[in-house]
């Protein structure tokens, strides 16, 4: 028997669509070559031939996707959080960058981020390095080994990065990514390249256009920051004057992707109506990204007017303006940022449940990368093992209490193993 086939038992929770939560207590979960085959009651008599491994009382929910999130930003997340975008990219971020031109500052780093990615809650990634071609490519060496599958940005950046960390031209700009994906052709799994102009105030017109050129001449796909601070938004608006939004300046450059190969666009806070319909036009994914939007007093994205337009949503850590790449940290500030939405910006606009929320986490976010983030039959089987036995409690929870009790106060969700496409990626030591 092939050793990524198999069934695990336990107190099992998944979305099957956005409005519920599927669970099962001492359910069954069958993957088979990778692949789940679904939860049961009891096991049907043609797994029973697999091996077995039950988890008691512990919980099984869907690997997470963190749609967006900064590597090189990890080691410096919960400092500088006095700051809003533009100061806190030119006081903090971008010098930090900047050091990623040595080798050996990079390896260490990176070191710290792959190996939290690889046991924390996240089993998929769309991930930011910097400009640095050698550096991404040790980022992108590093990840291949956690198991977890993620796409890897190197940032073009070719104006207003400051003192080290900008390229000479658009043409250098462009030079680089080509040689960075000449470099990675070919070498991995799990981890797969992604086109990254940080944002428009960072890449010169030529820049973007020589992107949106690339992405096509390549199928590649593109993520990149829209619509986070007002200020920023001002200065799109500066920078691109012939825009009638600052999506509507991506699109100009053609950089907002297609429905076979969607752009991530992290934040969308002050999307109005012209940029819902640009997103939902073009089939691109907003990455919404709670947590960083607190920090950086940027403000609270409309997600549910996002969801009733049809957008595809998932969430993100966005560290470091994000404090942790804990994704139910994430999920627990997306739901009490919808809650302050409704209550002091827009009655209109009902806060998201709960149930919206995990589905945001595992499948909204997973299918930006297939079939991913549920445990329906035909998804790869991407699995969390979560021990909750340390958040005593009086009363029976049912397994649907378990999982929002453990959103609402991570500090004692114990991750046990964690399953990518069916193979083992993590396992704790007790
Ligand atoms: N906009 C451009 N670059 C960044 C970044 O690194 N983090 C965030 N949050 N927004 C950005
Ligand atoms: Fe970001």
């Given at each position: ?30 993957c ?35 749609l967006?999130?900064?590597a090189?930003?990890y ?26 031109s ?34 991404t490519?040790e ?24 003192e ?14 080509k ?64 825009s ?48 960083s ?31 942790s ?22 009655s ?63 500090a ?19």
């Amino acid at each position: 028997m092939i050793d990524n086939s198999f069934v695990l038992r336990g107190g099992i929770a998944y979305s099957e669509n956005i409005n519920g939560i599927v669970t099962y207590y001492r359910g069954y979960l069958v993957c088979v070559d990778g692949i789940c085959k679904g939860a049961f009651v009891n096991l049907p008599d043609k797994y029973k031939g697999l091996k077995l491994y039950d988890y008691g009382e512990r919980l099984i929910i869907p690997g997470m996707t963190d749609l967006h999130v900064h590597a090189p930003q990890y080691t410096f997340r919960g400092i500088g959080m006095d700051a809003e975008l533009l100061e806190w990219l030119s006081t903090y971020t971008f010098p930090e960058e900047a050091k990623y031109s040595d080798m050996d500052y990079a390896i260490k780093s990176y070191n710290y981020f792959s190996e939290d990615l690889r046991r924390c809650f996240t089993t998929r990634a769309v991930v930011f390095a910097t400009m640095h071609n050698e550096a991404t490519i040790e980022l992108m060496n590093q990840l291949e080994k956690t198991g977890v599958i993620t796409y890897v940005g190197k940032v073009n950046m070719d104006r207003n990065g400051g003192e080290g960390l900008q390229e000479a031209s658009a043409a250098e700009s462009i030079n680089a990514t080509k040689e960075w994906l000449a470099a990675i052709e070919g070498k991995y799994v799990n981890t797969n390249p992604i086109l990254t102009p940080r944002f428009i105030p960072s890449c010169s017109n030529e820049l973007m256009k020589g992107l949106g050129q690339l992405s096509k001449d390549r199928g590649l796909r593109i993520q990149s920051h829209l619509s986070e601070n007002p200020s920023e938004v001002a200065w799109v608006k500066e920078l691109v004057p012939e825009s009638t939004s600052y999506a509507n300046a991506y699109e100009i450059f053609d950089t907002m992707g297609t429905i076979q190969q969607p752009t991530i666009m992290a934040h969308c806070v002050y999307s109005g109506d012209e940029e819902i319909s640009i997103l939902k036009k073009h089939g691109a994914y907003v990455a919404h990204c709670a947590d960083s939007n607190m920090n950086l007093t940027s403000g609270i994205a409309p997600i549910r007017k996002f969801l009733e337009a049809g957008i595809n949503v998932g969430l993100g850590t966005d560290v470091a303006a994000g404090s942790s790449m804990n994704m139910l940290k994430t999920m627990f500030i997306t739901l009490q940022a919808s809650k302050m939405y409704y209550r002091l910006v827009d009655s209109n606009v009902k806060p998201l449940t709960f149930e919206e929320v995990f589905y945001l986490a595992t499948a909204g976010g997973g299918s930006y990368f297939g079939k991913v983030g549920s445990f329906k039959d035909g998804y790869d089987f991407d699995a969390v093992v979560i021990d909750d036995s340390k958040m005593h409690s009086m009363r029976d929870m049912s397994i649907r209490e378990r999982i929002e009790r453990m959103v609402y106060n991570d500090a004692d969700a114990i991750i046990k193993d964690k399953f990518v496409k069916g193979k083992k990626v993590y396992t704790r030591m007790e």
